[in-house]
């Protein structure tokens, strides 16, 4: 069970990411400083780099958490469900999630930032080869027989798709609209593509 204390400083890290979020979509994450951040939420700049060492921690605030969902959805999927199926379900949220949540608020968040910022674009393609060695590792659990490149490769592919998702809804938000249902299709199709490739990789794997 969490503690009061653990609870405590989960909940200024979060203040903390959400003030700085709002800060971001309304004057832009080049322009907004820590100290900045640290008044808007109303603790001492000290308290905002402990939980965030540099601004672009910021905007990265959920990846730890994000990875690790990556890792245990391939790792936790039933029998013969490819990684792509097991994987298809986070696009479906991303899209499902920028289609309701509040469009200004959208844009000092990650998919946004990413496209409007060279800075945490940067840091963010760092998070996506984070994601590549997290489905990457648990392919070497799940499928020990798959050759490790071809573990890294598709892995890699499973992220482009992640991505492509995550930058229609950031062009998207920063033109002021929703995705369309096209780009479900265009996930729909890739997703299905990779499920029997893999499929077609597992069998090449364990009859050579």
Do not use: W
């Not at 499929?199 to 364990?206: F, K, N, S, T, Y």
């Amino acid at each position: 069970m969490t503690g009061l204390r653990e609870r405590k400083k989960a909940e200024t890290r979060q203040r903390i990411a959400d003030v700085a979020a709002h800060l971001f979509a309304t004057q832009g994450f080049d322009a907004v400083a820590m100290t900045d951040v640290a008044r808007a939420a109303d603790v001492s700049d000290q308290t905002v780099y402990n939980y965030f060492p540099a601004k672009h921690d910021l905007a990265l605030d959920r990846a730890d958490a994000i990875r690790q969902r990556l890792h245990d959805l391939v790792v936790d999927r039933p029998t013969g469900t490819s990684p792509a199926s097991a994987l298809q379900v986070v696009a479906a949220e991303d899209v499902a999630r920028a289609r309701a949540d509040d469009l200004a608020e959208q844009r000092g968040q990650f998919f946004a930032l990413c496209v409007d910022s060279p800075v945490v674009r940067r840091f963010g393609l760092e998070v996506r080869d984070g994601q590549v060695g997290a489905i990457r590792d648990a392919l070497a659990v799940t499928d020990p027989s798959l050759h490790p490149g071809l573990a890294h490769v598709h892995a890699a592919a499973l992220v482009a798709v992640l991505q492509l998702v995550g930058d229609a809804i950031g062009a998207a938000v920063l033109r002021g609209g929703r995705p369309d249902d096209a780009l479900e299709d265009t996930a729909r199709v890739a997703f299905a593509d990779l499920d029997a490739h893999f499929h077609q990789l597992v069998h090449r794997e364990d009859h050579p």
